[in-house]
């Protein structure tokens, strides 16, 4: 996937969903939707995920990780997004921690 794409969708105004579990997990986050928007316009692809397995709902797509920050310029978070070309699909919304992550949270700790 590349983040222009999502990019230009969002110029765009292709819809945006969000699934049952992002929207919980961003209520007990204090994750705002003009958070996902933002790391989206301002992040970057981390890892991608041509065929993602983790999505098994009848939305599955093509989805990838984006680290980005939120609202604040200043809290990093982590996007899990999925796009078709129709539609964008919000899939997963955390913050990085350092027992995952490197310290630049784009590597994956072994």
């Known amino acids: 996937m ?3 794409a999502l990019i230009h969708a969002i110029d765009e105004n292709t819809p945006i969903e969000y699934t049952a579990h ?6 007990e986050r204090d994750i705002s939707r003009a958070d996902i928007i933002n790391c ?8 991608d995920y041509p065929l993602d397995e983790n999505n098994t709902s009848e939305n599955s797509f093509p989805s990838c990780l ?9 809290t990093k978070i982590h996007i ?3 796009y078709n070309g129709e539609k964008i699909l919000i ?14 949270y784009r590597t994956r700790r072994k």
């Open 40 to 47: 989206i316009l301002h992040g970057e692809i981390i890892e």
């Open 80 to 82: 899990v997004v999925g």
């Open 66 to 74: 984006i680290l980005g920050l939120k609202s604040d310029g200043d």
């Open 91 to 104: 899939i997963s919304a955390c913050y990085p921690d350092s027992k995952h992550w490197m310290d630049d």
């Open 22 to 27: 992002c929207l919980k997990r961003m209520l």
């Open 2 to 4: 590349i983040i222009d």
